[in-house]
């Protein structure tokens, strides 16, 4: 038995995850969440009964250090994270203790027999790049936003008890991933919300922003295959998509699908936070998916399909 601990396992990506995980049945599972922003309806109910439920903050020592102990565990999945753009900024101390979430772990992990800790980071912390595609090794890490300082802290954390105790970390940086079940705080569940409402679209700025969009599945048969083959142990990979888009061309092609009445409407440019870029080296990702990635209209028509959530 293999014995797995998700955080934030009632989210977007780590509900997805779990889902995944929990197919196979030598396989047990235990997801911590605090619910601040999951859902117990986002958990999967697994046919093998290998998935259970801890309602659970890991940046609180005494939280987290309850479920550690009660239970050894092989692998870890930390996906648990402040997210989205306007929240982290109007939050930024609160971004801060998620600090004490990855220090939290590692100490744990290291003391407990944890073999490896899969962390789910972010683009973001190549900051405002001048070289594309973003390549994992080459492009300068030059973020200065709060959330991108801490997702760069925490990869320095996992490189450093690796380096001090042995402990193997495989990093996956996570480029605008959307699905089903994504909430409405981010851009494409948002702009399908206002559509399928024929509410006015809004995009800040001229709307010029260049951004790839990765359909829930290909994070998931990626980052999945990473842990199921023992891939790119002690590295960092990106996960997204290959085609570049432009905001304003996302909010179009969502009008398009949806046969919305939609306006756009163009709202003043986010101070900061909202880079001009964003195009990941996928040579990594792609040996993982071995398949094509799903494209921008098929996954929002999937996305489209179940519409229950963001409605």
């Known amino acids: 038995m293999t014995r797995i601990l998700v955080t934030v396992g009632a989210g977007f990506i780590g509900s997805c995850l779990v889902e995944k995980l929990a197919e196979d049945k030598n396989n047990s599972i235990v997801i911590v969440d605090d619910l601040t922003t999951g859902s117990k309806t986002k958990i999967p109910k697994s046919k093998h009964k290998n998935v259970v439920f801890i309602k659970c903050d890991v940046n609180e020592w005494r939280d987290i250090s309850g479920v550690m102990y009660s239970q050894p565990f092989d692998y870890i999945f930390h996906y648990a994270a402040l997210v989205g753009v306007k929240r982290t900024l109007d939050h930024p101390v609160q971004v801060l203790k998620d600090l004490s979430g990855i220090k939290n772990l590692l100490t744990f992990s290291k003391n407990?027999?944890?073999?490896?800790?899969?962390?789910?980071?972010?683009?973001?912390?190549?900051?405002?790049?001048?070289?594309?595609?973003?390549?994992?090794?080459?492009?300068?890490?030059?973020?200065?936003?709060?959330?991108?300082?801490?997702k760069n802290a925490s990869e320095a954390y996992l490189k450093s008890f690796e380096q001090e105790y042995g402990l193997?970390?495989?990093?996956?940086?996570?480029?605008?991933t959307y699905g089903p079940r994504q909430s409405k705080d981010f851009v494409v569940s948002r702009f399908i919300s206002r559509a399928l409402k024929n509410e006015p679209i809004q995009v800040y700025g001229d709307g010029k922003q260049m951004r790839t969009f990765c359909y829930i599945d290909d994070n998931i048969d990626a980052t999945v295959t990473a842990f199921k083959k023992n891939l790119y142990i002690n590295d960092v990979v990106n996960i997204g998509g290959n085609i570049e888009i432009t905001i304003l061309e996302l909010a179009k092609t969502i009008i398009r699908l949806t046969k919305s009445k939609s306006k756009i409407i163009h709202?003043?440019?986010?101070?900061?936070?909202?880079?001009?870029?964003?195009?990941?080296?996928?040579?990594?990702?792609?040996?993982?998916?071995?398949?094509?990635?799903?494209?921008?209209?098929d996954g929002l028509m999937k996305v489209l399909n179940n519409t229950a959530h963001i409605l």
């Open 112 to 150: 407990t027999g944890v073999k490896r800790v899969y962390f789910s980071s972010s683009s973001e912390v190549y900051g405002e790049s001048i070289n594309f595609p973003q390549h994992e090794e080459t492009t300068p890490l030059n973020s200065r936003l709060p959330y991108a300082i801490v």
């Open 267 to 297: 709202l003043p440019p986010l101070k900061e936070g909202d880079m001009t870029r964003r195009k990941p080296d996928l040579a990594r990702m792609n040996k993982l998916l071995n398949r094509k990635p799903v494209s921008l209209e």
């Open 168 to 176: 193997e970390y495989t990093i996956f940086r996570f480029f605008n």
